[in-house]
Structure formats: C-alpha cells, structure tokens
Nanobody, 127 residues
C-alpha cells in the first residue's frame, strides 16, 4: 500500500521561509512526476509546482516563480519545496502528489493526473 507523507509546514511571518518535504512508502519516485498543490480556506485547489523525477524538469505557477524551488533527493526518495519570501496569500494546506508517468508541462499542474496523495501540511503566513 502506497502512503505519501508531507512535513515541514508551520506558522511563519511574511517574508519568511519554510521547506516542505515529501516522501513515500511503497513506491519509489523514479519515472514519476511529483507535484505540490495547495488549497486555501474557501478556495479551490491549485497546482503550485511539479517535477519530473527522471529528467528533473520543473514547472511553477506564476505567483511563486522566483520564490519557490522544487527539488529532489534521489538517495532519500524525497521531494522538497523551498519557499522563500512567503506572502499572506501563500497560506494554505499544501499537498504532495505522485503521478506514475512523466507529464508534459502543459498538464503537470493539473491534479487529475495524480494518483497518490498525501494528507497535507498546513502553511500559515502572518502579516
């Protein structure tokens, strides 16, 4: 049974930084596309960033470009999201997800392609 687990969320002041981590039990990420998604209170889910594990190719939504960095550690089978210069509008539950195939840029931020999801980690940014 596959289990995806996120960690690293918390409360931070605007301008601060957090690093989210994601690992999985029951699968290795090689060949997968990994994504970070978020959902703010009362809002819809949006794709934040994705990474094709084998090639290392990445994509970001415009609102986090230059502030967030997605990366991987092959040896640890762990995905990261480094978040800098956090803004109040980044406040959300953040989810890690795994799609069992390399996804093109045009679709890799679409949640429908992802099969395995974590329970989420809360990020709260105060003003």
């Amino acid at each position: 049974q596959v289990q995806v687990v996120e960690s690293g969320g918390g409360l931070v002041q605007a301008g601060g930084s957090l690093r989210l981590s994601c690992t999985a039990f029951g699968l290795t990420f090689d060949g997968y596309t990994m994504g970070w998604f978020r959902q703010a209170p009362g809002g819809g889910q949006e794709g934040v960033s994705c990474l094709r594990w084998s090639s290392g190719g990445t994509k970001y939504i415009d609102s986090v470009k230059g502030r967030f960095t997605i990366s991987r550690d092959n040896a640890k089978n762990t995905l990261y999201l480094e978040m800098n210069d956090l803004k109040v509008e980044d406040t959300a539950m953040y989810y890690c997800a795994a799609a069992p195939t390399p996804l093109a840029d045009a679709i890799c931020l679409g949640s429908r392609w992802y099969r395995h999801w974590g329970q989420g980690t809360q990020v709260t940014v105060s003003s």
